[in-house]
């Protein structure tokens, strides 16, 4: 599947989350609430990404591995869920999957309020007020706890499918678009603004092609890996061949 291909289907897949809004918010309000999710599992899976990489890098070394995540154009912070006496009662980072995880939680709402408040905190440079006016705990926008609860899972669940989402928000189409909108670093001060943010267009297929699409791109990247370490293992071997030659603890006939 080419980029193209893979641009063209996100626009299926967000349609068929919006679905989970309509009669119930007005659709202009739809891409607040599925293109800000789209944006968190982007962020949540770059930073898996990342992590993955860095800890085969570094060895697993976590200090190391700290710094290099703390050196990403965007940072995942932790969050530290509290009881009225200042308690940590849990914590987990700022990630679509923690979302996942606790997405029949009655408190999803407010959850999912929390997380994108620390997003904008930990990355004040770009995400400054971006989140402010999107209120997923929103009784007159969402419903009533149950209704607001299911439709927020259900949400969750549409936009769950890692293995697809991975690959189709690293593209380099959406990074393009995500760059533009968002173009701070040096000697540019503008920082990523919401009516920026939701004009990114996206698109993907039918649930079921999306599934066949994340199972065949993951089989690819699980093959890949496999060439890279025996790649990797081939040089490991090649150094220390060569470094037997040069000490003469090895020497070859001529």
Known sequence: MNDQQRRNGIFNKVWQACDTFRGVIDPAQYKDYILTMLFVKYLSDIHKSRVADYEKKYEG???RIQRALGRERFIVPEIKIQDSAGNIEEKFPATFDSLFE???RTNIGELINILLEHLEDANKGKLHNVFRNIDFNSEAN???A???NTRLKNQLEDLADIDFFRNLIQTQRFVWDLGLVSPGGAGRNRVLNQKDFLKIKVVVPSLEKQKEVG???STTD???HLLEDHFNALEKQ???LMQKLLTGEVRVAV
């Open 238 to 240: 090649k150094r220390g």
């Open 142 to 144: 969402l419903g009533q």
């Open 102 to 104: 606790r997405r029949t």
């Open 215 to 217: 199972k065949v791109l």
């Open 222 to 224: 699980q093959e890949l």
């Open 61 to 63: 070394d976590s200090v």
């Open 146 to 148: 149950r209704q607001r």
